[in-house]
């Protein structure tokens, strides 16, 4: 008869407690690395950007003669109509005597400067330029008069008689100030301008309608000559009340610059006005040559001005939350990437815009959280760049959707 042998209890059940305890820690292991392994970044797509549209201006040009005008810091804004050929430009030429002189003797603002003695010959060149009815101011003998007043009787007045002193007092003599004027016409880049004396009676001080332009930006660069040309009136001792030969000063924002007035030159204004858009002042700078009169040349440029001024408008390039991009996460939960802020341009005229959107790489986030940018391409324009932020949170989805979606975040 066999034996039966018998093993310990407890040697049957070890292998089935380990076998337990291996399942058990299996399942841990699993629920903890389930729990605790990172996401991948959310999915990222940009959205298509509606550019706004704009239209090409339609200037109200004159009929006649040489015109250029420009909206300075707009210098998409430069329109020409008319020759392209230098011209006449009569009294305008004294625009650049009073820059070429406080180029030599320079004024601060609010300073009248070193006195002059206008001597006999300069007394002299009030009966030269009144035998070719030239405008002419009163210079009695023994006037003294200080820099800054000599420019208003010269600018405001339009005497060439004071124009010529002032280059005599600056320079020694009018051939002096020839060589001078041409030097600083050359460093200014005003190739096609051709001064040949201070006044302008001389029909061969000519330029070109685009040069007048430079030429009028350069005027209200300077505070003195802009402060002078933008005068009304003023008493000058010994030369009387003056009057600004400029009738449309004050008028629909014009601010100066110079009227011209020659035979071979016909009516000339080299003018400037400001208006309020968009929240800043822009200055606009235009020149019309060749005009029949002034009264109608006058009218013509407030014409001219009001067709500048109506191109300019104001181009939003996204209003705050717009959205330019979305995030996507695995458990389904999306959130859109908008613009932080509103973001406009002033622009001149026919415009174009592009936008090109950078997204961040991101898992979770919260509410007004930055993640990205918006960089808008403005022709003529500077770029300009919008933060992006969540328009909601994203948020961890819980370890049960971990648990029960193991790894698909990862």
Not at 86 to 101: C, E, F, G, Y
Not at 215 to 235: C, I, R, Y
Not at 314 to 321: D, I, N, P
Request: aromatic share 6%; proline share 6%.
């Amino acid at each position: 008869m066999s034996r039966v042998v018998r093993r310990p209890r407890s040697a049957v059940r070890r292998p089935v407690t380990i076998s337990v305890v291996a399942v058990l820690v299996l399942a841990v292991g699993y629920l903890v690395a389930a729990a605790v392994v990172p996401f991948a970044p959310a999915s990222a797509s940009t959205t298509t950007y509606s550019a706004p549209t704009s239209t090409v201006p339609d200037l109200a040009f004159p009929g006649y003669g040489a015109t250029a005008v420009e909206a300075t810091d707009f210098p998409e804004s430069l329109r020409t109509s008319g020759d392209t050929k230098p011209r006449s430009i009569a009294s305008i030429s004294k625009v650049v005597t009073a820059l070429v002189v406080l180029d030599a003797k320079p004024l601060q603002p609010g300073e009248p400067g070193p006195s002059i003695a206008f001597n006999a010959e300069m007394q002299g060149l009030y009966a030269k330029y009144l035998a070719v009815n030239g405008e002419v101011a009163p210079m009695p003998a023994g006037l003294k008069l200080s820099e800054y007043q000599t420019l208003q009787v010269m600018l405001m007045k339009s005497a060439n008689n004071y124009a010529g002193s002032l280059a005599i007092w600056a320079f020694g003599s009018l051939g002096a100030y020839d060589r001078a004027a041409d030097s600083w016409l050359e460093r200014q880049g005003l190739d096609h301008t051709t001064i040949d004396e201070p006044t302008g009676l001389d029909a061969d001080n000519t330029s070109t309608a685009t040069d007048l332009v430079k030429l009028g930006q350069l005027a209200l660069a300077n505070p003195v000559v802009k402060e002078v040309v933008g005068t009304k009136k003023v008493t000058v001792p010994g030369a009387g009340e003056i009057e600004n030969s400029n009738k449309l000063l004050g008028l629909d924002g014009v601010e100066g610059i110079k009227t011209g007035t020659l035979d071979e030159a016909g009516a000339c204004l080299l003018f400037a006005a400001t208006y309020e858009r968009g929240g800043r002042s822009v200055t606009v700078v235009g020149t019309i040559l060749g005009g029949v009169d002034h009264d109608s040349l006058d009218v013509d440029v407030q014409r001219l001005l009001r067709s500048v001024a109506d191109n300019f408008q104001v181009v939003t390039l996204t209003h705050a939350g717009q959205t330019f991009g979305t995030f996507s996460t695995p458990w389904q939960d999306e959130a859109d990437a908008v613009s932080g802020k509103a973001s406009e341009v002033l622009v001149w005229g026919k415009t174009t815009v592009s936008a090109k959107a950078h997204l961040d790489r991101i898992t979770l986030g919260t509410k007004g959280e930055r993640v990205g940018q918006v960089r808008f391409t403005v022709s003529d324009h500077d770029p300009v760049t919008v933060p992006l932020v969540l328009e909601r949170s994203i948020d961890d989805p819980g370890v049960w959707w971990r648990w029960t979606n193991p790894f698909q975040g990862a």
